[in-house]
């Protein structure tokens, strides 16, 4: 965390915003299958807008470059971003497109998946990325993830390499975002499934999440924290945000990724997910326990 005389890390995210709609249910669906749920409940989310409220809730001053429609739900990630102190100016808001919307399905065994309809977030352009160009080369690390489109996320991902600025990409879900940003990031960070997909990455830049099995850094293993686990949805957001800001911190690839389970942690003991990201003084308390 920043001290007396020194200025807070500075993470920018080009992401995705999504109103979340979560449901609980006792297992996963069979085919042609009805299930009674136990639980549904909605809360802000998208893998950008979570990663960086994390970020601001674990000491950043933090920026938010991505799109949503012009309704209400839009309305209310853009406030949810603001009473987090996150700076929302290139957040855009569109007419006639609807705010992007997601349905994770959590299971009584904590399994989650994730059903997106990607909305507004599908809409972000290049023009709107360069838009926030001083924000980005501003800042010490970009977070780049895979539910934006692929020239926007690109774009971003040049002009922080331009600036010198650390790029850091969850290439999560895969798909053509991994191609063209994997190649310019300084830290990929995966998880089994994607590591599998995403193809060759220099060791020395890949940061695997491995659940309860802990992180492997470049061939080093860091342990997982041991935790009761509510709702693992957001968790892997939590560890991206937090590690953005251990790395700006300016914290080597294990100790930010240290931080980053700690963080991780944290999220799965709370329901949803921008409300289980964590705050710095509970990733410190787990940190120093």
């Known amino acids: 965390m920043a001290g007396p005389g020194r200025r807070r890390p500075r993470v920018v995210c080009v992401g995705s915003l999504n109103h979340d709609i979560a449901v609980w249910v006792p297992r996963r669906l069979g085919p042609d299958e009805t299930l009674i749920g136990t639980r549904l409940a909605e809360f802000r989310g998208g893998k950008g ?3 960086i409220v994390a970020a601001a809730r674990a000491g950043a001053d933090a920026a938010m470059v991505g ?4 309704d209400g739900r839009g309305e209310g990630l853009v406030a949810g971003l603001g009473a987090d102190g996150v700076d929302h100016r290139y957040v855009v808001r569109l007419e006639g497109v609807p705010t992007g919307v997601a349905i994770p399905i959590v299971t009584a065994d904590g399994d989650v998946s994730v059903i997106v309809i990607p909305g507004a977030n599908a809409a972000l352009t290049p023009a709107m990325v360069e838009a926030a160009a001083s924000v980005i080369t501003g800042s010490d690390v970009l977070l780049l993830q895979g539910e934006v489109p692929a020239d926007a996320a690109a774009r971003a991902a040049h002009l922080a390499r331009d600036a010198g600025v650390r790029v850091v990409v969850n ?5 053509e ?3 063209a940003v994997v190649p310019l990031a300084d830290v990929v960070i995966v998880n089994r499934d994607e590591a599998a997909r995403i193809g060759s990455v220099p060791a020395e830049r890949l940061v695997t999440t491995l659940g309860a099995d802990g992180v492997d850094v470049a061939g080093t293993r860091v342990p997982a924290f041991r935790v009761p686990v509510v709702d693992p949805t957001g968790a892997g957001d939590a560890f991206c945000g937090a590690m953005a800001v ?4 300016g914290r080597d690839l294990a100790e930010a990724a ?6 991780g942690a944290c999220a799965v003991q709370v329901a949803g997910a921008e409300p289980s990201m964590p705050h710095r003084a509970a990733i410190d308390a787990l940190l120093a326990g």
């Open 246 to 249: 251990a790395l700006a911190e």
């Open 49 to 51: 807008a979570n990663q």
């Open 258 to 263: 240290r931080v980053g389970a700690a963080a």
């Open 67 to 70: 799109a949503v429609g012009a």
């Open 171 to 175: 290439p999560a879900p895969v798909n």
């Open 177 to 179: 975002v991994a191609e």
